[in-house]
């Protein structure tokens, strides 16, 4: 008997966990008892996503944003995790945590400026864009924004990370690195395209920062701040 009040506990729970997803699933269906209407809906989607950058992104471009978020933190490229290896292994630790250091000091500084240009992406959002969404999966939207924007902003955010590159002096401390490696005996010279790796990188840690607002949105009634969050995920 315990047991199968147990087994109805757990089904309650996953029911609660996905109640959300059902409610704005409705508005597609047309159910007569929805409160709020399909702009409603994609309004709120547009501020889940505002929020995701108000809040989340914004925490990578403080000092050490990048550095100290395991879920955004930039390491070495994996096609040179040897360096990273080879140089720790004759006593040049320093080097190489300054050389990681920079690269996420790089991704913070191109953070700041790149800001506006997510949110002028998440502002185009259409109806149409924003039924697909509400139909999808707990990173719907994020999902959506990345798939729609990514090689745009992947473009304007490109020549931002050169110059930051340059303004934190990261430029100087990998050509030092790789200097240092490729003098070693018995190693293949290397000459990583940093630019391209951090722009990737860094867009890589917004758009999970950006999700994870998204999910809190979805499933906790506390992370829902306006009306419109509230109207559409409920209360």
Same mark, same amino acid.
């Given at each position: 008997?315990? #047991? ?50 108000? #809040? ?12 100290? %978020? ?61 039924? %697909?969404?509400? #139909?999808? %999966? ?16 992947? %473009? ?55 999700? #994870? ?23």
């Amino acid at each position: 008997m315990k #047991k199968f009040q147990l087994f109805i506990c757990l089904i309650l729970c996953t029911f609660t966990t996905f109640a959300q997803f059902g409610r704005l699933k409705d508005v597609i269906s047309g159910d007569e008892s929805i409160n709020f209407t399909e702009q409603q809906a994609v309004e709120a989607i547009k501020t889940t996503l505002e929020n995701g950058v108000r #809040k989340e992104v914004k925490k990578l471009t403080v000092k050490n944003g990048f550095l100290n %978020n395991e879920l955004a933190k930039i390491g070495f490229p994996e096609n040179i995790k040897n360096v990273e290896r080879k140089l720790r292994a004759v006593g040049l630790d320093n080097l190489v945590d300054k050389a990681v250091a920079s690269l996420n000091h790089t991704a913070e500084e191109a953070t700041k400026e790149a800001i506006p240009i997510f949110t002028d992406a998440i502002t185009n959002i259409k109806v149409e864009d924003g039924i %697909n969404i509400i #139909k999808g %999966n707990e990173s719907a939207a994020t999902t959506y924004l990345k798939q729609k924007t990514y090689q745009q902003l992947y %473009n304007k955010m490109s020549p931002i990370v050169s110059v930051k590159f340059k303004s934190v002096k990261a430029d100087a401390i990998w050509s030092q690195l790789t200097t240092k490696y490729n003098r070693l005996p018995f190693t293949k010279d290397v000459n990583p395209d940093l630019i391209d790796y951090v722009t990737s990188q860094a867009l890589e840690g917004v758009f999970k920062s950006i999700a #994870k607002e998204e999910l809190d949105i979805r499933n906790e009634l506390s992370a829902r701040t306006s009306d419109i969050l509230r109207t559409v995920f409920g209360n």
